[in-house]
């Protein structure tokens, strides 16, 4: 007798395996202090919408310098609340500061979900997650020098661009950009020092 594997099932296995494979990773090691050495635009334009720059830093791993990153939203936000629960459109901004391995990075974002939102939401969007995971292992690497981007626009979901191209259609709603964004301003950051700066602190 054949029998028949569900893709959901098998897909929503992935995910789960990789999210584990990610809160078994090293923990990251905390912000040092330093200049950014990115020039981020005060504004930005998101689908005709202008946004300013709500705040920017970098991203420290140890003493090593990761990232620089800015955040555009359509009026400043000083609390990870304020922000979450803002409408309208809002854009991440990256420069990569160091080589990144493309899987390592969509696993630190997976990483970030899972420390900083309820189970149940992690899965409930792991179809949005896997394609995120995919996005960026699609890329062996990302150079120093390199941009990559996460626009949200509410009732289309989110786009991720590399090197100013889109990576596919917009994927999850705004539940899930709530998420994406609490990588960097929830409980448990990426960076601390950065979680400030992007909330202009």
Do not use: C
């Not at 200049?35 to 998101?46: D, P």
Request: no cysteine; hydrophobic share 45%.
């Amino acid at each position: 007798m054949t029998t028949h594997t569900n893709p959901s099932n098998k897909k929503q296995a992935i995910f789960t395996a990789l999210v584990l494979a990610a809160l078994s990773a090293a923990p990251q090691g905390a912000a040092a202090a330093g200049t950014m050495s990115s020039s981020f635009e005060a504004k930005s334009m998101v689908q005709g919408v202008p946004l300013q720059m709500n705040g920017a830093g970098t991203r420290y791993r140890a003493i090593f310098k990761v990232y620089d990153m800015a955040l555009y939203t359509s009026t400043k936000a000083n609390t990870p609340e304020a922000l979450i629960s803002m409408q309208g459109p809002k854009r991440l901004s990256f420069v990569a500061l160091r080589e990144l391995p493309g899987t390592d990075l969509g696993m630190a974002f997976i990483k970030g979900l899972a420390n900083n939102s309820a189970a149940d939401l992690v899965q409930k969007h792991a179809a949005s997650s896997t394609r995120l995971i995919e996005i960026f292992s699609g890329k062996a690497k990302l150079a120093a020098g390199d941009t990559f981007a996460m626009e949200f626009v509410p009732g289309k979901g989110t786009t991720f661009y590399i090197q100013g191209q889109a990576q596919g259609a917009p994927i999850g709603d705004a539940e899930f950009f709530s998420m994406v964004l609490k990588i960097w301003v929830g409980p448990v950051p990426a960076d601390f020092k950065l979680k400030d700066a992007l909330l202009g602190l």
